[in-house]
Nanobody, 119 residues
Framework: QVQLVESGGGLVQPGGSLRLSCAAS????????MAWYRQAPGKQRELVAT???????NYATSVKGRFTIYRDNSKNTVYLRMDSLKPEDTAVYYC?????????????WGQGTQVTVSS
């Protein structure tokens, strides 16, 4: 089994910064890619950023230039650095790991961490 444990959420003022982390443990073997999603109240879950183990990144247009996804492969951990936060960034943030298996892939979600941007 694989477990993802998130940390780093909280309350921050507009313009502030936070760093989220997500550490995976268990039968990982090989990671295909990692990602962060978020879900605001009353809205669908949306993709925020992705990163492959090779370091290729992609971002949602709404966070490009403000958020940075990076990873530590040796620790099976992915991070999301969030700068210049806006009230519309308020959401529950979820990490996501897509793992290679002997046949196909298998995906896992973190438990979610609340990020609230408010003055």
């Amino acid at each position: 089994q694989v477990q993802l444990v998130e940390s780093g959420g909280g309350l921050v003022q507009p313009g502030g910064s936070l760093r989220l982390s997500c550490a995976a443990s268990g039968s990982i073997f090989s990671i295909n890619y990692m990602a962060w999603y978020r879900q605001a109240p009353g809205k669908q879950r949306e993709l925020v950023a992705t990163i492959t183990t090779g370091g290729t990144t992609n971002y949602a247009t709404s966070v490009k230039g403000r958020f940075t996804i990076y990873r530590d492969n040796s620790k099976n951990t992915v991070y999301l650095r969030m700068d210049s936060l806006k009230p519309e960034d308020t959401a529950v943030y979820y990490c996501f790991f897509d793992l290679r298996r002997p046949v196909g892939t298998q995906s896992y979600w973190g438990q979610g961490t609340q990020v609230t941007v408010s003055s």
